[in-house]
């Protein structure tokens, strides 16, 4: 049974000594006297040795762990005592000097190691990833460093003022487009964003994320009209075979430029009576695919042409095929570009009321799920709706 030691003391025990004793730390911490079960002179000692016991071991622990009182492997003491070990053990706890913070300096990103990581994991070609490290090589000039990790965004914006600043060799115009200047900074969001989210470099904020191009206009081409797909179809017959055969495609598949040029003769398969395009795609926007080619070229004669060519060998080997297209054209009195074929497709496509995913898809404009639902019936899905198109003549 419990008793307070300054009002009870069992026998053999003297009532002086226990409270000279036991009591000094407790009534020195707290000014208190602590409940304890007591029945002999040896019961005092033990306790007392008892309590320094856990005082050290209490001490000892937080010098391990700065900061921390441990309590939990002292649940046995009477509930006072508990107070009393914490408040013995506490003052030195908070006495402690402040760690010292260390600032630890993130490890250099170079704009190559980011873009190495990028296109480990994504699907951009080599061609798209030669263009996109040009644009680094540029930015790092301007900066004077290819420190990823030391780039802000009014560093972006100054490049972005740079480009729009810069002449245009290519047309001889004074400047490049707004377009261009927009399409040139977009892979540095994307690589950035990249690292953002793989935690490259410590990197928690894209510094490009925010810059835009004011007065951008996207999307003017304008479809060519039937009786312009037409002429342009007609009057391609008599030109030359890469130049024939790249108007065709173009205006048949709605595939872009650099899709048409990059692909060879092992692309197009016989698979019973389609004649299937494995597109590798170009760049981010353009997705690889697998899609079956119209009637219409085929009666015009663009698999034969196909079996003249070596199996590996590329389709077009012109430089500059699109613009040589282009050019000739303009020589017909039609002042659109090849390109406008590709957009005429998407309205095509609308009106054969092919669904938007698989319109998608067909062009490459998104990384739909058509495939994996279709399965093997993709191709001869797509082929239902691309043949509902009128053939040109």
């Given at each position: ?22 009591p000094k730390d407790v009534q020195r911490v707290t000014g208190k006297v602590c409940w304890l079960p007591v029945k002999c002179e040896a019961d005092i000692a033990a306790a007392e ?158 510094p490009a994320r925010s810059i835009t191009v004011e007065g951008v206009v996207v999307g003017t081409r304008d479809d060519f009209t039937k009786e312009e797909e037409r002429t342009i ?69 663009f698999e034969n042409w196909l079996d003249t060519l070596q199996p590996t060998q590329a389709l077009f080997s012109e430089l500059r095929i699109g613009a040589k297209t282009n050019d ?66």
């Amino acid at each position: 049974m419990k008793k307070r030691s300054h009002v009870v003391a069992r026998a053999g025990c003297n009532t002086r000594r226990f409270q000279r004793r036991f009591p000094k730390d407790v009534q020195r911490v707290t000014g208190k006297v602590c409940w304890l079960p007591v029945k002999c002179e040896a019961d005092i000692a033990a306790a007392e040795s008892e309590f320094q016991r856990r005082v050290d071991h209490a001490r000892m622990l937080q010098r391990m762990r700065p900061g921390q009182v441990f309590l939990s492997h002292n649940r046995t003491l009477p509930p006072a005592m508990l107070t009393t070990l914490a408040n013995v053990v506490r003052p030195e706890i908070e006495h402690q000097p402040e760690p010292a913070i260390v600032k630890v300096t993130p490890p250099k990103l170079t704009f190559t190691a980011m873009l190495d990581e990028w296109f480990g994991e994504s699907n951009v070609p080599e061609d798209r990833q030669r263009y996109i490290r040009t644009i680094f090589d540029k930015f790092a000039a301007m900066l004077g460093h290819d420190d990823a990790t030391q780039v802000d965004t009014p560093a972006v914006n100054n490049f972005k003022k740079l480009l729009l600043a810069t002449p245009n060799a290519r047309n001889g115009k004074k400047k490049l487009s707004k377009n261009t200047v927009k399409q040139t900074l977009s892979p540095i969001k994307t690589a950035y964003q990249f690292a953002v989210n793989n935690g490259l470099g410590g990197l928690t904020v894209n510094p490009a994320r925010s810059i835009t191009v004011e007065g951008v206009v996207v999307g003017t081409r304008d479809d060519f009209t039937k009786e312009e797909e037409r002429t342009i179809l007609a009057a391609a017959r008599d030109q030359r075979n890469e130049i024939r055969w790249f108007t065709w495609l173009m205006a048949m598949s709605g595939c872009s430029n650099k899709e048409a040029v990059n692909a060879s003769r092992d692309d197009f398969i016989r698979e019973g009576y389609l004649l299937i395009w494995d597109i590798k795609g170009t760049k981010t926007d353009y997705r690889a695919r697998v899609i079956p080619l119209r009637s219409a070229l085929i009666a015009e004669g663009f698999e034969n042409w196909l079996d003249t060519l070596q199996p590996t060998q590329a389709l077009f080997s012109e430089l500059r095929i699109g613009a040589k297209t282009n050019d000739w054209i303009k020589s017909l009195g039609i002042s659109k570009t090849v390109y406008s074929f590709r957009h005429g497709m998407k309205t095509k496509l609308r009106s054969a009321m092919m669904p938007s995913d698989e319109r998608n898809y067909y062009q490459g404009h998104a990384a739909a799920d058509v495939a994996a639902t279709y399965g093997t019936n993709l191709a001869t899905t797509l082929a239902v709706y691309i043949e509902r198109i009128p053939a040109p003549f």
